[in-house]
């Protein structure tokens, strides 16, 4: 089986979705923002659950989707530890393995382009990220980068990869897929047959020009793509002036809907209800939005329809971010509306703080598995 492999052209990037073809188990290796609903619409096409979002390191050029394909389709978000993404559930470590299915990926740490860039192996592929490139290599001119790291990347942990390995890398500015690691180690320009001086040399000599979105892509990969304006700082300062009426607790927003005086309106997507459980009886009306971009119109008209005069309506996501956002909108269209505190399955973060779960599922409240 071959890896699906998806290209962002606005940054020449390029994204990987692998699978185990029983269990249908898939993972994502540096997706990119602006190709969410493509990549969602792979996953659909292929009938894969989204296990993991993978990063080879934070960066520079263009925003990841991690922390949104995590909202909307369900998945844990790793990273390499030494990258400084404090929001990725999973700080890989060299060595360390993550499992789809029967497969399993490995995580390579190979410096160079930034301290802690990674590579990861899959049966007889290596997807490279910023390190190796097809007749070239990332530059190290910035973020920690290091000639002298990337050279011992190169020829120490990936040329003494097997020669048939296929070379998957992060980016091809010149529109080619995919190499090997025996075409790389006797014909990449920059390495092949060099010293660590001549490669020096060459990458010193390199003089790229900054890429355009450094100043903003880094800071917002930081936080898996999530922009303080719509990770967890939304809901703190929500709260000073909230725009809605109230957070409540899943347990008296229950209370509320169970004695018919709110409507319980869960705006996840339909994916993550199947996958990880729903609540019978909830009316369900996705909140579509991704930096930039809200997608309200169908939200709108679905909840003027599912909330009657004179009722609340208390809204329910996945961690309790999308139903802020959701909750200051129906307060615009005129109701009463209440942001379900920790959503349905609680916030990773307050979960690792307070040593308990928070969200809808863990209160006894009515659910099931999807
Ligand atoms: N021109 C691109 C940036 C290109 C760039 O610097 N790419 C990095 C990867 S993030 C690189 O390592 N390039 C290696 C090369 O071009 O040789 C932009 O403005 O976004
Ligand atoms: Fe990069």
Known sequence: MQPIQLFDPASSTYSYVLFDETSRDALIIDPVDVQLERDLATLRQYGLRL??????HAHADHITSAGQLAELAGAQT???????????????KDGDTLQFGE??????????????????LWRDHVFTGD???INGCGRTDFQSGSAEAMYHSLTQVLFALPEATTVWPAH??????????GAEKTGNARVAGKTLAEFSAIMAALHLPKPKRIDEAVPANLSSGLRHDAGGEASSSARSAPGYAGDVSPQLACQWWQA???????????????WVGFVPGATALAWKQWPGMVMNADFDEGLRAAVPAGKKVVLLCRSGVRSIAAAKRATELGLEAYNILEGFEGDPDAHAQRGRKGGWRYHGLPWRQG
Do not use: F, K, N
């Not at 091809?172 to 690691?181: K, L, N």
């Not at 018919?260 to 199947?274: C, F, I, K, N």
């Open 51 to 56: 296990l993991w979002t993978i990063e080879t």
């Open 78 to 92: 790793a990273a390499p530890a030494a990258c400084g993404i404090s929001t990725a559930a999973v700080q890989l």
């Open 103 to 120: 497969e399993q990926i490995r995580a390579l740490h190979t410096p160079g382009h930034t301290a802690g860039s990674m590579s990861y």
């Open 131 to 133: 390190c190796l490139l």
């Open 172 to 181: 091809d500015y010149q529109g080619r897929s995919h190499s090997t690691i």
């Open 260 to 274: 018919g005086d709110a409507v319980l309106v869960d705006v996840r997507s339909d994916a993550e209800r199947e």
